[in-house]
């Protein structure tokens, strides 16, 4: 039987008063639960007092598999909640509180809105549902993690920052992830019914997903998967595409804020968007590398007939935070924060630190002019840092620094949407100026990309568009994706065995058993 939330809180508060009595130093008397609110109609799920009767410190825990749970304790209606109840009850500081992770929040701050002041994070213990708490492991897990808490709280209270404060730009990915929840489970639930009752959006998605490169089987269990998975990154595009928004609106003031986009209908929704991205567009008269393609997955977010509800949320969060102060890498974030490692691995995406990638391009990139490619690119690390070491080596060299120059030296590919517009985002907010910012990031497999095959097509002055050819590299870097041969599908197999006997006809031999890095190696080096 799953433990419900009242008795676990029970048992969190007989720990918390074991930890009081064997530590008789720490200035706190004891913990209660479910104390009534002023009013009367609200309850706090725990309240911690000091030793002269009155609360310091309540909260609100949800369990791990509950609906408010499941997202991340930064979740707005879980927050809203425990500030009222904190403000209610007079205390300095609430916490929210889903098991896996604790947040802690200041209660009143002058001059700072309620969901803005500061905040300390941390992760506590790893667990999926409500039966989790009763292993031993994480119930040793939760009584540590209490021992240091009470025992740092004192001076945090004093001022003397102990617990790590999230800085503003990982805030800003918290609560934005959290806002992300309701508009991607509407998402995957309409896709799931328009699958089983459409036919023409069956045949429409299906081909969708077979173009991003995934697994089709025609196992239902792969196909749910792939259903979840075309929710989440469609969700996440739209997502980007909002907060590059926002981040333009810092360089250009003409362009209209997002707010007061609350509409009737999705329908309306979508309209309203597609016209303000238009708009972004005109004023900078540049980045149709983001707003412009228009694919099949671009549609989806807005399907569901509660979608512009749901959207409309997301976007009065992002307009919460001030993106002046925001630096632009918040962007770069978003890849690594809300695409889970699991599903990275899944696929054979695993993300490089910065300090690996930045050793391997300070081998492999030499002159402030050498021309690189990522044919993995993924969310624009290795392109990112390849142009903060070309312009490092310009001013080295005491060249000047052009922006527009290093990108047309820069060139990435990635099979994904998300991925190569994140990459495409990355490069292009390096400098968001009035003049062309086009980074040159093809969206097709990189055993497609050939010399004498266009790698993408960009806009041109006059709006003409502009096939981008891979030129002649001096240099090849990123991580590949490590997939095993057994899960290539056989046509791609066909496809990289036929492209390594033509390209190394008495050369290279691969086994059968060959990992697709492999095939990577082989064509990376005649690109």
């Avoid at 927050?79 to 896996?100: H, I, M, P, Q, S």
């Avoid at 228009?294 to 409309?312: E, Q, S």
Wanted: charged residues 30%.
């Amino acid at each position: 039987m799953a433990v419900d939330e009242r008795t676990f809180v029970a048992d969190v508060k007989g720990w918390i008063d074991a930890i009081l009595r064997e530590r008789p130093g720490l200035p706190y008397s004891h913990a209660r639960v479910e104390e009534h609110t002023i009013s009367g109609r609200q309850r706090h799920d725990l309240v911690l007092f000091g030793r002269n009767g009155l609360p310091v410190l309540s909260g609100e825990v949800k369990m791990p598999d509950s609906v408010i749970g499941k997202k991340n304790p930064y979740h707005e209606e879980l927050v809203r909640d425990a500030y009222d109840k904190a403000r209610d009850l007079g205390v300095d500081y609430y916490f929210t509180w889903n098991v896996r992770d604790f947040a802690l929040f200041q209660t009143l701050q002058a001059g700072v809105q309620w969901n803005e002041r500061k905040v300390a994070g941390r992760h506590v213990v790893d667990v999926i549902d409500s039966d989790d708490v009763r292993k031993a492991d994480v119930e040793e897990a939760i009584k540590q993690f209490w021992v240091t808490l009470l025992e740092s709280l004192p001076a945090h209270f004093a001022g003397r920052r102990v617990l790590r404060e999230l800085a503003l730009d990982e805030l800003f990915i918290r609560r934005i992830e959290a806002a992300l929840e309701e508009p991607i489970d509407s998402t995957e639930r309409e896709l799931g019914r328009r699958h089983r009752e459409d036919e023409a959006f069956r045949s429409s998605i299906v081909a969708w997903m077979v173009e991003q490169g995934w697994e089709d089987t025609g196992f239902e269990d792969i196909l749910r998967e792939n259903l979840k998975r075309a929710a989440r990154l469609s969700c996440y595009v739209l997502l980007t595409r909002l907060v590059f928004y926002e981040v333009l609106r810092k360089r250009f003031r003409v362009i209209a804020p997002l707010a007061g986009t609350d509409t009737e209908s999705p329908e309306d929704m979508a309209e309203l968007l597609e016209a303000r991205f238009d708009d972004a567009m005109r004023r900078s008269r540049d980045y149709e590398t983001v707003f412009a393609p228009k694919d099949f997955g671009r549609t989806l977010p807005l399907l569901a007939p509660d979608a512009h509800v749901h959207w409309g949320s997301v976007i009065r969060r992002i307009e919460e935070f001030d993106f002046s102060q925001l630096d632009f890498d918040v962007i770069g974030q978003l890849n690594e924060q809300l695409i889970g490692h699991d599903e990275r691995r899944q696929y054979g995406q695993f993300y490089t630190s910065p300090d690996v990638v930045d050793l391997i391009n300070a081998f492999c990139i030499r002159t402030a002019d050498a021309t690189v490619l990522d044919p993995a690119c993924g969310g624009g690390t290795f392109l990112v840092r390849a142009y903060a070491r070309k312009q490092a080596l310009a001013r080295r060299e005491g060249e000047r620094v052009d922006h527009r120059r290093v990108l047309e030296e820069i060139y990435g590919v990635d099979r994904a949407t998300f991925p190569a517009q994140l990459s495409t985002i990355n490069l292009a907010v390096r400098s968001i100026t009035n003049e062309r910012n086009y980074p040159r990031v093809g969206r097709l497999s990189f055993f497609e990309v050939q010399q004498g095959n266009p790698l993408t097509r960009l806009p041109e002055e006059g709006e003409r568009p502009e096939d981008i050819y891979l030129p002649v590299l001096d240099a090849v870097v990123g991580n590949p994706p490590y997939i095993r041969q057994e899960r290539i599908e056989p046509k791609d197999k066909q496809v990289i065995e036929n492209l390594a006997r033509k390209e190394w006809p008495g050369g290279v031999r691969f086994s059968g058993r060959s990992d697709i890095y492999a095939h990577f190696f082989a064509h990376a080096a005649l690109s």
